[in-house]
């Protein structure tokens, strides 16, 4: 009896694991509260756990607690291929449109389709650094990176009265690594995260990974919900806030200037660092307000990349910083990925100091505005309703008729071959469950609307 | 007068954090163990350690001690810039080579001059490149990476009989990359991993990131001292080897396949994974046994780049592991990195398909040849000893004339714009301050010896 119970137990924890709402390195509840959940006695709950923890299921820490072992989840996954019932979690949206066949509609992947970016010069930046010296096509970039790409970057983040100094400013391999670093530098194991809900699912992903306690605060038409904000503060004292300007993932909304204020002011007070991912800026049809210009880069890092406006095949970020954490960064980034791609950083500098960059945005802006309505109109027509109509970029967060839940409809469109967004990869308080995000640019297929019709009946 | 004492501990343990000998994360001596080496009370540390709680500069975890907090390091360091006093710590020769002033000598660097890489093959790759599909130029790459660059590799793998098909291959941003995914995925803080004493100097820098603790295993002309080893594994419970196949760094020496075997069977009876680091494999004379050859890939994780034969500026590296880990990496990769370098890769697949590559080997093996000789003797001329003369590759382990300490010699070559490679960069246990690495393709210059006749003086 004893046994059929420890073996639930056991079965109970396994599950949660394999489904990641227990993630390698987050801690098991207690022996009592799991006991008193599962209404078992605590010596069975001692059993099940010591048992897992022989299996190199969960590791004991004297006094702590017990915790999931970061060998657990990789041993426990199946084989690599796109998967219709992977749970929907903060990778569902990412394995299926980076491993979808060629040919697959992709509604919800977060990037324009390859022929809106910028290939003509692109194509010129390749040809200019194939004429270009030895030492730019075969050394290792310098620990900052190439100091004209550098250089312009500083300009453009002046531009939006971000003081960021040419000498503070570190390239890195992507948006994401900027992100990964500042955490690798700024985070402990445990240490309380706050992120928007919701948030561009891959912050947590990022955030599991560094073992991170991740906090979502309710994310509204202006910015995050600050009164909501203020309040977990109190009771969680993170260490860091990681958001979007400009244009918000996944809800298009906007920073409002007296919402930045106050989250900056309380940021002050609690002594919390802020992540300002500006990876959408370009696609602004004005400009909104930054937190790093309003605080002056002190303690606002500002990250972000090209990833969506010239080419997300050739790798590279920025991070900008106070200069006294940009020493600590270059040692993260040494040790863990050695030198920057200086190829990489040489093809973006021609990229961007190409004029016709300046006019492909316009373009692209154009087009995108023009793309929102249709699919918004389109979506309307099914029963969807946009959130907000956003003022600019490739998103529109929409809930979903009376009932639906955005879940299974994504499960059944990916039979038709159709990779959708899912509110709940976006939230992990599965609020989201009615809401989708579509990328308007990927919407121009006709058979996407008679999938989600389908799916929907 | 205990305020006294108080302060002198904080002090101490300050200047350990800002010299990087207590690294964030790594644990302070227990207080008994401090009082101790101090010769102080209890009390006396419990207070001081309490106060640095205080300034944030180290963290109390319940029932296991006091750590040295992530944020610490940054917040000490100095304005970035090449440092003749930096300390010789795993950072010392990459920061040193990486920020060098052009035209700076660099005996001590860890890669060939610009002008012996692939110049002609890459010219050639971003012309094809440049003329390539708009997917390719502008796309996110698959989650595993460029298909025909994974079939290449495993090509290459099965030549050296290690049993990788192209499915089982993952591209990365570097070799480093790949090693810090494989450590991302399989360590906890606290776990012992192995590495060679001596070895590359960033798998400590690498370790140190991921809070490991480090064991130095002794390394000699025929690969680890397995006797050695099998004392450390009893005793430590280590989780990973991290080691050079092919050309050992430093040392230049080569594992027997005697040592291969025994290395394995230790490995396999403590349940150890080994990570091995393939990335001087092109320019062996003659192929040495590979771990994960005489494992079949199972208990080893092959990685490696073409950062030191085709360039690195294109930064590409793999990892080649059992398929039930690959899932987790790939989770690991998007998390940390999302999509890999699409671009790179291309870059790469056409320079490594290219005819030419191999005459271009052929060519530099048999320059690093002659600069073997020649560099080997000028050494002797100054009273350095090369411990052995290696088979292959760039690099030369010598020991100093009598009583010369690395270090200082290193300092003061410095002050003269040569980057030399201390042996205590290479090693934990500092047993190597009579030691040097030196790169002969990059002692071509006559003032590097003049440089270090003077500083030997």
Redesign the interface.
Known sequence: MARGQTAKVMDAVRAHIEGRSLAP?ARLPSVRAEARASGVSVSTVVEAYERLVAEGLI?S????GFYV???A???M????APRWDRAID??WI??QS??AAPGTSMPGCG?LP??W???GG??RA??K???GN???????????GLEPLRALLARRLLALSIPAAT?RIMLT?????AI?LVC??????GDAVLVDDPCYF?FH??L??HRARIVGVPYGPDGPDTKAMETIIAQERPRLYITNSAIHNPTGATLSPATAHKVLSLADKARMTIVEDDIFGDFEQEPATRLAALDGLDRVICIGSF?KSV?????CGYVAAR??????????K???????????A??LYETLSDGAYRRHMEEVRRKLGRAMDRTIARLERLGFTAELRPRAGMFVWCRLPQGADAGHVAAQCLGDGVVLAPGNAFSLTGAASQFMRFNVAQCGDDSIFASLERALR
Chains 1, 2 share one sequence.
């Open positions: 390195g590791r820490r004297p006094g702590s072992s970061a060998s989840a990789p041993l996954l199946k084989a690599v903060p990778f990412s394995r980076l491993e990037w390859a022929e970016m910028f290939e692109l194509r390749l040809r650094v194939a004429r030895a030492v730019e096509l075969a050394d290792y970039g310098s620990p900052l000498d391999e992507s948006g994401t690594q990964d690798r530098l700024l985070i402990e194991p891959n992903a990022l599991r990974a990833s080419s997300a095949s050739v790798r200069p006294d954490w940009l020493d600590g960064l270059i040692d993260m040494i040790a863990t990925s050695f030198g920057g791609g200086r190829m990489a040489a093809l």
